[in-house]
Every structure is written in structure tokens, then in C-alpha cells.
């Protein structure tokens, strides 16, 4: 499997550096220069984009109900859905009838091998890796960076938060919240899971009482503002005993995304 992600990466990255233009990747032009119909509208069915193949052409259908046409979301989705078309097997899998549908619980999900190689296209597509190492280098670890990559590459804070989190060299995650403060996912990379041996999605813990607290002082400050804090990985994640040798101190930072809820970053030494 990650000889075949790999794999995808070099494409998507490869594309994404052709399109290149001031930083910022074209995909109106990728669209264009593959007689790619893109088609935006507010859709009933609950799914992001979907790409159909009928009478011998794609279209790209991106569902405004939840995003703006102009928005990051609008724009990973649809790198996600040219994902589907420039991968192969997806692509000749569309050819012979199947939907692919992308909705706000296939990207981080294992079990479905598809949306997750389009997850990955997407990323390398709008974050090639030259350009994405440039700017990492010029700005601090975490959000900082986070932020400064989704303005330069006109991403979601949730789609940089992960590609940040895959290419660190320290052992970190994110936890996005719920607008409610409830858990919706969790991600971390293979150097925090080396050092915590994570058997299984980790048990996350959720303090309502801290985080309301959190985010009344972040609805004072300017939007995408983040507080930072010192922590121990145990205060987030319920497998790890207060105290042991695996209670990881680090870096806390929480940025709020509007209705959309929270994402919590963590970084340890």
C-alpha cells in the first residue's frame, strides 16, 4: 500500500507543479486541458463532489449545500475528485459504471482504499512537494505553518492540518471537533504512533468544560487566531497513563473553523 501511495503522490505532484502558477495551483485549467465538465451546485444527497462518467465524458459535480464555490473545501474537493480521474483503476472503474461519491467521512476513513488514494492525490495535487517544503521552512512549526499553507495554496486548514502532519519530523496529530465539541476524528503520524504503539485508533478524551473555555477566548480574536498551550499527551488521549513513560509533553494548539467546529494540533519532542 504505500508503494502505491507513493506512487500516486509522484503523480499528483507531478501535475500539480506543471499547473503551478504564483504559488497556487491552476485547477480550472487541469479541467479544461482534459475536456473535464466541472458542475456546481446545491445537491440534496449528503456527498462533497462526485465524479460520473456518462455518454463518454466526465463531469465533476461539487456540492454548495455546505461550501462556497470559492472556498478551500470547494477546491480539495475537487482536486480529490480529479484524483479519481487521473488514478487508472478509478478512472476505468468510472468508465464501466461505478459512482464514486466523496463525502465529509470517506478522507480519513482506512477502510475505503478509493477515497483515500484520492485523499492523498489531492493533497500532493494543490501541495506539490518543493513549494510545500519552502514554505514550511520560512515559518514556525504548527498552525503557524498550517495557516500560511492553506492562504498560499488556497486549501482547508483539515486538508493541510494532515499533509503538516504526514511530512513532520516530530511525532504529532490533530483531533478535529465537532461544533458541539464533540469528537469527529482523529490523525497522527507514524513517529508518534512509533513512540505510543497505537494498536488501534486511539481512544480520544474530550474536556467540553476546557475547550468552551478555549473558544470564548478565540471568538475575541481575529479570525483562524489559534491559543497555544504546553501539554501532556495524556490529557487527550485516554490509552496513555498521567505520569508514564509514554506521557509525551508538548506543544497544545487549538484554532476554531467556524461552524465547522475546532481543530486541536499536538507536537511533542
Known sequence: MDRRLNEIEDLADSIGSAYLNKGKVNLNRIIADNNIRLIYSKYKDDFLGQLVHELDNFYIHINLKDMKKTSGKARVTTAHELGHYFIPEHRTQLQNGLSLS???DNTCNPDIPKEKEAERFASFLLMPKAEFSKICSFYNPGLESIIRLRDQFSTSIESSTIRYIRESAAPCMCIKLNADFTYNYSFYNKRLSNIIKFKDKPSIRIDKSYLTDVICNLNALPKF??????????KW??????GSKFDLVGLEQIVKLGRYGAMVFLMFS
Open 102 to 104: 466523496y463525502n465529509k
Open 237 to 242: 488521549v485516554a490509552s496513555v497513563s498521567p
Open 225 to 234: 487566531s489559534y491559543i497555544e498551550n504546553a501539554t501532556q499527551i495524556s
